[in-house]
């Protein structure tokens, strides 16, 4: 008789040490593009003050102030499509993320979901504002 072959997953089936590596991967991708987000504003914010600059200077010629104003509303439409594309993005790997904790079964694993709305996070009886308390960095001036 001979032996069995080794179980082997399915195809739609992932080990979990190769799915914690891509948990970690896409994680940090998701990280990454939520910074970027964030830095368009800052960047398009330097930029229009420059254009600004140039359109209200009192010598400015007519053309440069109105190049500047095409410039800087070209600038305002890109800086709002580069914001809504990494938060799609970041979006999206929030979402495989969910999947792949579901898999994980990190929920039972942690008590709570990761990706779980704040007020599970904190539990149901916690307030929603953050307090002082005394054995919080030492502060004794609320009880």
């Not at 994680?27 to 398009?44: C, E, K, N």
């Not at 600059?53 to 190049?67: D, E, N, R, Y």
């Not at 979006?91 to 990761?114: F, I, K, N, T, Y």
Request: proline share 7%; hydrophobic share 45%; glycine share 6%.
């Amino acid at each position: 008789m001979t032996p069995d072959p080794p179980a082997t997953p399915a195809k739609d089936q992932v080990s979990d040490e190769v799915l914690m590596a891509a948990y970690a991967v896409v994680g940090a991708r998701r990280t990454s593009l939520d910074t970027m987000m964030w830095q368009v504003p800052a960047l398009a914010t330097a930029a229009q003050s420059l254009l600004l600059t140039i359109a209200l200077q009192p010598g400015s010629s007519p053309a440069a102030q109105a190049l500047a104003a095409i410039l800087g509303a070209i600038l305002a439409v890109l800086s709002a499509q580069l914001m809504a594309k990494h938060r799609h993005l970041e979006m999206s790997d929030s979402r495989l993320m969910e999947r792949m904790e579901r898999q994980l079964r990190l929920e039972q694993s942690l008590g709570v979901a990761p990706h779980a709305p704040g007020r599970s996070r904190l539990g149901n009886h916690e307030p929603w504002c953050v307090e002082c308390r005394r054995t919080d960095f030492g502060c004794s001036s609320i009880g």
